[in-house]
């Protein structure tokens, strides 16, 4: 680290570092004793509690289980903070731009869907990354045509493009031709072989071409703001292929890059989806700290606090906490329901009847969690309710939103203590459910299961079919 970075470091983890010390302090603890317990050399807490370095995400969580904060260390380090610019400088520390996760080689030869290329941009949720939420026009796919065949080696494509006009487009149509190539692999609008390794090349090649605008002594500031937007959906593609630590390293460096250029939205959604990473891991604390961390990204937008309180719920109910469940289930419906154009202009997904099915899905979701870690029944037939309302208004191009809805809905009348009605549900996707790769659908049938073959049901004549056809589709 450079002097340089580390006084960056230094200014931004300082309240992280803190915090640390007054915990550790009151527990009794010496850096020494608590290095052993969370098995990390004393120094790394020395240089932590300094603010010198940026704490790993599983040390934080060790930390936090360890000094039993509830998850309040968790939320400091995902609190924003300071862009670790050098002094006197518009470019950005080198350090963001460190060895990264995941695949280096682009997949195959692909070309996009012309009835699904966005003409403008947001398109899929993505902002344009120069001009936030605005309507900008993207160029012809047939205008990118090395784009599509995906970055090369340093020297390749995306990088002449970016640096010096030696390609066909300009840097601003480069940047919103990118951003459309993301938003079609999200559809999967592109005919590709892999798309983990599709969405990982580009990020790679944007990533590299943000560091030598930034080398040359100039904020890369559209590259960034892509950069965090395709670290997002890299990191939920390996979270579906149930690779958890990739996940989490793409997370985190998203987070790193949207924090450089202060995008606020980009940093809410990533921190949304690393508490589904960690609620996947059944860990209520770190899922807590990252919750109330989507709260303080910035208390002027409903919509920020709207996501907060959804994921506090979920991680209240993972924990077994009804009031505290409730309670935020209570303020997110009623912060849904005063979001305006603004919040739905940074969260698309957010308005209309596509949000209120996603805001029915979580308090289903939440209410679900409840009813298992409780074993109330009243909570799981508010579940019931709350399911049935969402995956009525799923689109019919969202499958997998479909698919995990119903697993979740017949989970929640298994909680309400009907199984009958959780395998007439279970046995319309069973095939497909066993199929899924997603570690999502496959945490929602793993839990179905365990609550219709592991208690008293397990001899009805209903779920003795379900056992033997899970077995006949598992062939």
């Given at each position: 680290?450079?002097?340089?970075?580390?006084?960056?470091?230094?200014?931004?983890?300082t309240?992280?570092?803190?915090r640390?010390?007054?915990?550790?302090?009151?527990?009794?603890?010496?850096?020494?004793?608590l290095?052993?317990?969370?098995?990390?050399?004393?120094?790394?807490?020395?240089?932590?509690?300094?603010?010198?370095?940026?704490?790993?995400?599983g040390?934080?969580?060790r930390l936090?289980?360890?000094?039993?904060?509830?998850?309040?260390?968790?939320?400091?380090?995902?609190?924003?903070?300071?862009?670790?610019?050098?002094?006197?400088?518009?470019?950005?520390?080198?350090?963001?731009?460190?060895?990264?996760?995941?695949?280096?080689?682009?997949?195959?030869?692909?070309?996009?869907?012309?009835?699904?290329?966005?003409?403008?941009?947001?398109?899929e949720?993505?902002?344009?990354?120069?001009?936030?939420?605005a309507?900008?026009?993207?160029?012809?796919?047939?205008?990118?045509?090395?784009?599509l065949?995906?970055?090369?080696p340093?020297?390749?494509?995306?990088?002449?493009?970016?640096?010096?006009?030696r390609?066909?487009?300009?840097?601003?149509?480069?940047?919103?031709?990118?951003?459309?190539?993301?938003?079609?692999?999200i559809?999967?609008?592109?005919?590709?072989?892999?798309?983990?390794?599709?969405?990982?090349?580009?990020?790679?090649?944007?990533?590299?071409?943000?560091?030598?605008?930034?080398?040359a002594?100039?904020?890369?500031?559209?590259?960034?703001?892509?950069?965090?937007?395709?670290?997002?959906v890299a990191g939920r593609?390996?979270?579906?292929?149930?690779?958890?630590?990739?996940?989490?390293?793409?997370?985190?460096?998203?987070?790193?890059?949207?924090?450089?250029?202060?995008?606020?939205?980009?940093?809410?959604?990533?921190?949304?989806?690393?508490?589904?990473?960690?609620?996947?891991?059944?860990?209520?604390?770190?899922?807590?700290?990252?919750?109330?961390?989507?709260?303080?990204?910035?208390?002027?937008?409903?919509?920020?606090?709207?996501?907060?309180?959804?994921?506090q719920?979920r991680?209240?109910?993972?924990?077994?906490?009804?009031?505290?469940?409730?309670?935020?289930?209570?303020?997110?419906?009623?912060?849904?329901?005063?979001?305006?154009?603004?919040?739905?202009?940074?969260?698309?997904?957010?308005?209309?009847?596509?949000?209120?099915?996603?805001?029915?899905?979580a308090?289903?979701g939440?209410?679900?969690?409840?009813?298992?870690?409780?074993?109330?029944?009243?909570a799981?037939?508010?579940?019931?309710?709350?399911?049935?309302?969402?995956?009525?208004?799923?689109?019919?191009q969202?499958?997998?939103?479909r698919?995990?809805?119903?697993?979740?809905?017949?989970?929640?009348?298994?909680?309400?203590g009907d199984?009958?009605?959780a395998?007439?549900?279970?046995?319309?996707?069973?095939?497909e459910?066993v199929?899924?790769?997603?570690?999502?659908?496959?945490?929602?049938?793993?839990?179905?299961?365990?609550?219709?073959?592991?208690?008293?049901?397990g001899?009805?004549?209903?779920?003795?079919?379900?056992?033997?056809?899970?077995?006949d589709?598992?062939?």
């Amino acid at each position: 680290m450079t002097a340089g970075s580390a006084r960056a470091a230094g200014t931004s983890w300082t309240e992280f570092g803190r915090r640390l010390r007054s915990l550790r302090r009151a527990a009794g603890l010496t850096q020494l004793q608590l290095g052993l317990r969370v098995g990390y050399h004393h120094s790394v807490l020395s240089r932590l509690e300094a603010g010198l370095r940026e704490p790993p995400v599983g040390l934080v969580r060790r930390l936090d289980a360890v000094l039993e904060t509830g998850g309040e260390l968790a939320a400091v380090a995902a609190a924003p903070r300071e862009a670790a610019s050098e002094p006197g400088r518009s470019a950005l520390d080198p350090a963001l731009f460190a060895p990264l996760p995941g695949s280096d080689a682009p997949g195959g030869k692909r070309a996009p869907d012309p009835g699904m290329w966005p003409a403008r941009l947001p398109a899929e949720g993505l902002a344009c990354p120069l001009h936030g939420t605005a309507g900008c026009a993207v160029p012809e796919p047939g205008a990118l045509p090395a784009l599509l065949d995906g970055p090369g080696p340093r020297g390749g494509p995306v990088e002449a493009w970016g640096t010096g006009g030696r390609g066909a487009v300009s840097e601003a149509d480069l940047l919103h031709g990118l951003t459309a190539v993301l938003a079609c692999l999200i559809r999967e609008a592109f005919r590709h072989e892999g798309r983990v390794r599709a969405v990982e090349g580009l990020l790679r090649a944007v990533a590299r071409w943000a560091e030598e605008i930034n080398s040359a002594g100039r904020l890369p500031y559209g590259q960034v703001r892509l950069a965090a937007q395709y670290a997002q959906v890299a990191g939920r593609l390996r979270m579906e292929r149930g690779q958890s630590g990739v996940a989490m390293a793409w997370f985190g460096h998203g987070l790193r890059w949207a924090d450089a250029v202060r995008d606020a939205p980009a940093r809410a959604t990533l921190l949304s989806d690393m508490c589904t990473l960690v609620r996947l891991d059944g860990d209520p604390s770190l899922m807590l700290g990252y919750a109330r961390g989507i709260g303080a990204v910035d208390g002027r937008r409903r919509w920020t606090a709207t996501l907060s309180d959804l994921y506090q719920a979920r991680g209240h109910a993972l924990a077994g906490d009804a009031p505290q469940c409730r309670r935020h289930i209570t303020l997110a419906r009623r912060g849904f329901a005063r979001l305006d154009a603004r919040d739905h202009l940074e969260a698309p997904w957010l308005a209309g009847a596509e949000g209120g099915m996603r805001v029915d899905s979580a308090i289903g979701g939440a209410l679900r969690d409840l009813a298992v870690a409780t074993g109330d029944r009243a909570a799981a037939r508010r579940a019931v309710d709350a399911t049935a309302r969402s995956c009525a208004q799923v689109p019919p191009q969202m499958r997998g939103a479909r698919l995990l809805l119903t697993l979740r809905l017949a989970d929640s009348w298994a909680c309400a203590g009907d199984p009958g009605a959780a395998v007439a549900l279970a046995s319309e996707v069973l095939p497909e459910a066993v199929r899924s790769r997603e570690s999502m659908v496959v945490a929602e049938l793993r839990g179905l299961h365990s609550r219709l073959t592991g208690g008293q049901w397990g001899e009805l004549p209903e779920v003795r079919a379900y056992r033997e056809r899970l077995l006949d589709v598992g062939e």
